[in-house]
């Protein structure tokens, strides 16, 4: 799976530019493993460095950046990696759990 197709990533805002909204920034993509309970919720990208801003939920929920990249390097068991839920509507990052 292409993790973040270009017409995807233009639906994006860039970096810095929800900082305002804060918990009301919406979270416009979410990323997941399949076989753990980590999730990332994108509300910014910058193209030119891959990474995004957003929550992240796993071991605790916080705000923080990361890198597609990255997410596109890990691999689980079986082989199994990161995905995109196809079926995600943007919210609010205070919804994001």
């Not at 810095?16 to 493993?33: P, R």
């Not at 030119?48 to 597609?68: A, N, P, Q």
């Not at 079926?87 to 994001?96: A, D, G, R, S, V």
């Amino acid at each position: 799976m292409d993790l973040l197709p270009q017409e995807i990533a233009q639906q994006l805002p860039p970096l810095y530019s929800q900082e305002q909204q804060g918990d009301n920034a919406l979270a416009t993509i979410k990323f997941f493993t399949p076989w753990a309970n980590w999730t990332w919720y994108a509300s910014e990208y910058d193209p030119e460095t891959g990474l995004c801003f957003g929550v992240v939920v796993g071991l605790e929920r916080e705000y923080g950046y990361f890198s597609i990249e990255e997410l596109e390097g890990i691999k689980g068991p079986g082989g199994l990696t990161i995905e995109r839920d196809l079926y995600w509507k943007p919210k609010p990052l205070k919804e994001c759990r």
